[in-house]
């Protein structure tokens, strides 16, 4: 089997941070990437290239302040696991409800509901790893615990517009890496 050596993407600067310009491989710290903040929803680097997003798995890691919901309640056809990097948060998790801690690990299995809430005394940062859905596998149940911090669809659904309406949409934003000390181990 022959190949051609894979190109390293050049790497453009951003009101938001940096980002790769296309596909290739890079290399950026956390301090200079681009992110996006969603307005009661905390923020994220997605380390995805300007033009797209990584097309096998979805990675971010996202910066939620005590009471901010990541998502909304959801399970889908692909797995994701998590690891808390600093602070506390919350998980809601099949009708079920855990404090998650610094280094705690969680994995979620193919369909398992759950949604992510800050907790704790300041920010908390999580790591977020997923495979891209395949299909259309992917399901908003409705669901109480989670409504509580604004972090449920108002009635189940399999669409996404539906789930997130009157959600605002995740804008372009430096943000400062690590963020604040906020609660953990």
């Known amino acids: 089997m022959s190949r051609s050596p894979v190109r390293e993407s050049k790497m453009i ?3 938001a941070g940096r980002q790769a310009e296309g596909p290739g491989w ?3 710290n956390m301090a200079d990437a681009a992110a996006i903040d969603t307005p009661n929803a905390g923020h994220a680097w997605t380390f995805s290239p300007a033009e797209g997003r990584f097309p096998h798995f979805g990675i971010n890691v996202q910066v939620l302040n005590p009471g901010e919901p990541s998502a909304k309640y959801h399970a889908e056809e692909g797995q994701e696991a998590f690891l808390v990097l600093q602070g506390e948060i919350r998980v809601i998790v099949e009708d079920e409800e855990r ?3 610094q280094w ?3 994995y979620s299995p193919p369909w398992t509901a759950h ?3 800050g907790a704790g005394e300041g920010p908390s940062a999580i790591l977020m790893v997923g495979a891209r859905n395949a299909g259309e596998g992917l399901i908003y149940p ?3 615990l989670a409504a509580k911090y604004g972090g449920s ?3 189940t659904t399999e669409k996404a517009e539906e789930a997130y309406a009157g959600w605002p949409q995740p804008e372009p934003a430096r943000k400062e890496w690590p963020p604040p000390l906020g609660g953990g181990r």
């Open 115 to 117: 949604v992510f809430v």
């Open 104 to 106: 705690d690990f969680f």
């Open 153 to 155: 669809a108002d009635e």
């Open 13 to 15: 600067d951003t009101p």
């Open 142 to 144: 409705r669901n109480e």
């Open 26 to 28: 890079f290399v950026v």
């Open 99 to 101: 404090i998650l801690r």
